[in-house]
């Protein structure tokens, strides 16, 4: 791994050494003292400098537990997993979070630490950019976080890969009964108050479907498509690999269900309908809590990044970049054609570095990759066109109960009952809300969105709604191009028969909560967060833009490896379909090539 860990954390003074050798020197105390329980580790209140008064600060406090050595005596030993206990007070930080030496930055967090906020506020108190905690989880380091009764306010990390409050770099970040207020990112990492390294299912609500026949078959309709052996590519050419992916992810059922589920059932079963549980991958350690769209706290939830990505890294097959903005793919002309030959890319501080590769595969998501590849010179006709946007709304119904919707896992049942196109075209999933902010900045009804004295009226009583995702299958008609200037430009061309759909499936939405004995009804506008399409696979040239092995018809050893492969949209949540669709792309590459694949 070529990563550059100043890059993440910025450079430590000469003192970060010392102390390093210091904590060497003294190991064989430490041997001959530890104990195997944690510390608590008691900080003074509003401490937070290195200074020899007897006080504990905080600085002190996360040194002495990162080490596991009494590096500052006005502290208690750290001992491995450490609790550090704070008085309720605000913690003013004013420097550098990495920084050891002589003021109140907070050190990169390097082990396992636990933070009892008892009700206190840390704060950036001061102009200059930086975060407040960061978290060093890549070995030979171990760093996880645990926040509980705290608050956060003002970090700030415009000059790096974001992640103002906390960067979390793959340890375990468990934030509880804490707020975080106030922190803005960079513009090149976002994640303004958090920042972690992975894709879309990092912050996803982690169903786990496969496609239904019908969904497959229309993709043979649309580029082609064939399985290799002449028939058209079918849900059992997939069926393999799903297999495979459902085993890696540890996917299951979702049975357990929480009362919202049970309040909105009675809806489904009046209008002839029913629920049933969903598949997920979240492991038994899924504490329920709610919070998938922001982030999985346990590491139940799996992400790419908890899993093949964290397996990879571990075994030390991957070569990690992160906050790398690929900008083009390399190519060459051949005496076989145009050929991939790597890419260059931007770092986080803006300079240019190219890798050069066999094989290169563009997995930057629906919206990016029609983009990259553009930026780098392909002109097929079908490139960024057919974009399906899986269109979908919120309904929510406002029950007398309190049904606690937003702590329970986001999508545990669904109704299949329309999901095809014959049937109605649409899947409702149940029960969720968005989080307090999302739920208060969408919600609307026949009049419009909601205002004033109602906005306020009905987000008072959040904890007493239920709400249905509806989620409409579409025909592929938006595109994502290239302005004259290089910007994106994203079209949208909704045709009767899916704005049909749409208002079918809210209205059914609707009427499942008034006859669940909702009160009052509102809804969302239109969202969308199932991307696919847009480099789609096919044996047609004229109608996809890679085969259907993934390879560009364009340029030879370009693959792409993400949802926008799929020639049409999914009636499902799409995830278990992309990764399905990409571990048939490394069996290729790596059976069929494998020859090829030594060392370059
Ligand atoms: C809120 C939300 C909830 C969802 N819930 C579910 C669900 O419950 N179940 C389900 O099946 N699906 C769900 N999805 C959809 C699912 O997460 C995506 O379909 C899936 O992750 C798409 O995978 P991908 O590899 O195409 O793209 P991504 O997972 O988005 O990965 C693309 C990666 O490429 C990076 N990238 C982009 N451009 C560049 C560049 N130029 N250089 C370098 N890197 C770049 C991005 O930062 C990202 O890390 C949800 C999506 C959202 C947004
Ligand atoms: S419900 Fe909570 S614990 Fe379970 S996967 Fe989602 S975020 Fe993780």
Not at 259 to 264: A, F, G, L, Q
Not at 523 to 535: A, D, P, R, Y
């Amino acid at each position: 791994m070529t990563f550059d860990r100043s890059q993440r954390f910025g450079r430590r003074g000469p003192r970060v050494w010392a102390l390093a050798l210091l904590a060497l020197a003294l190991l064989a105390v430490v041997l001959a003292t530890a104990t195997t329980h944690a510390a608590s580790i008691n900080v003074a209140a509003s401490e937070v400098a290195i200074n020899a008064n007897g006080q504990c600060s905080l600085r002190e406090a996360i040194i002495n537990a990162n080490n596991d050595a009494a590096t500052h005596a006005d502290c208690t030993a750290g001992s491995g997993a450490d609790i550090i206990n704070l008085a309720a007070s605000t913690y003013s930080v004013t420097d550098s979070y990495v920084s050891y030496s002589g003021n109140t930055g907070l050190p990169v967090i390097t082990t396992a630490i636990t933070i009892e906020g008892n009700g206190a506020t840390i704060d950036r108190n001061s102009d200059t950019a930086f975060r407040l905690f960061a978290v060093d989880g890549v070995a030979p380091e171990a760093g996880n976080l645990t926040l509980n009764d705290l608050m956060l306010t003002d970090g700030a990390m415009t000059s790096d890969v974001g992640g103002g409050a906390v960067f979390n770099d793959r340890g375990t970040l468990t934030i509880n009964d804490s707020f975080l207020s106030g922190h803005s990112g960079a513009n090149s990492g976002g994640g303004g108050a958090i920042r972690a390294e992975a894709g879309t299912t990092t912050i996803n609500t982690k169903v786990a479907l496969r496609a239904h026949e019908e969904d497959v078959a229309k993709w043979h309709l649309a580029t082609g498509l064939t399985n290799g052996a002449g028939r058209p590519f079918a849900r059992a050419d997939l069926d393999p690999y799903y297999a495979r992916v459902e085993d890696l992810l540890g996917v299951r059922e979702r049975s357990d269900w929480q009362k919202c589920i049970y309040t909105v059932r009675p809806g489904f079963r009046a209008l002839g309908a029913d629920l049933e549980p969903v598949h997920s991958y979240t492991d038994a350690e899924c504490q329920s809590y709610g919070s998938c769209l922001q982030g999985c706290p346990t590491g139940g939830g799996k992400s790419t990044m908890n899993t093949y990505i964290a397996w990879a890294l571990a075994r030390g097959l991957l070569d990690l970049r992160t906050s790398a903005q690929v900008e083009r793919v390399l190519i060459e002309d051949t005496a076989a054609g145009p050929q991939a030959v790597g890419v260059e890319y931007a770092d986080a501080a803006g300079a240019r570095h190219r890798v050069r590769a066999r094989y290169v595969v563009a997995a930057a998501g629906a919206l990016n990759t029609p983009q990259l590849l553009l930026r780098s010179g392909l002109r097929n006709g079908a490139l960024g066109r057919h974009v399906g946007l899986h269109p979908a709304r919120l309904v929510y119904g406002l029950f007398d109960e309190p049904q606690d919707a937003h702590r329970v896992y986001p999508i545990s049942a669904h109704c299949m009952k329309f999901q095809r196109d014959a049937d109605g075209g649409f899947v409702v999933e149940a029960a969720t809300v968005m989080d307090p902010i999302a739920f208060a900045t969408t919600l609307r009804d026949e009049h419009g969105p909601l205002w004033g004295a109602r906005l306020v009226e009905a987000v008072r009583a959040y904890r007493r709604y239920a709400g249905v995702l509806a989620m409409v299958n579409d025909e592929n008609n938006a595109s994502v191009q290239l302005d004259a200037g290089g910007a994106e430009r994203i079209a949208v061309d909704l045709q009767p028969s899916e704005l049909a759909r749409i208002a079918a499936a809210r209205q059914f939405s609707h009427d499942v909560l008034r006859a669940a004995g909702a009160r009052q009804v509102y809804w969302t506008g239109l969202i969308s967060t199932h991307v696919q399409g847009g480099c789609r696979m096919g044996d047609d040239p004229a109608r996809s833009v890679v085969d259907r092995r993934g390879e560009a018809h364009e340029v030879k050893r370009l693959f792409v490896g993400d949802a926008s492969l799929l020639p049409r949209t999914l009636s499902v949540n799409p995830s278990l379909t992309v990764m399905a669709l990409a571990t048939r792309l490394a069996e290729h590459l790596v059976t069929e090539m494998s020859e090829d694949l030594s060392p370059a």
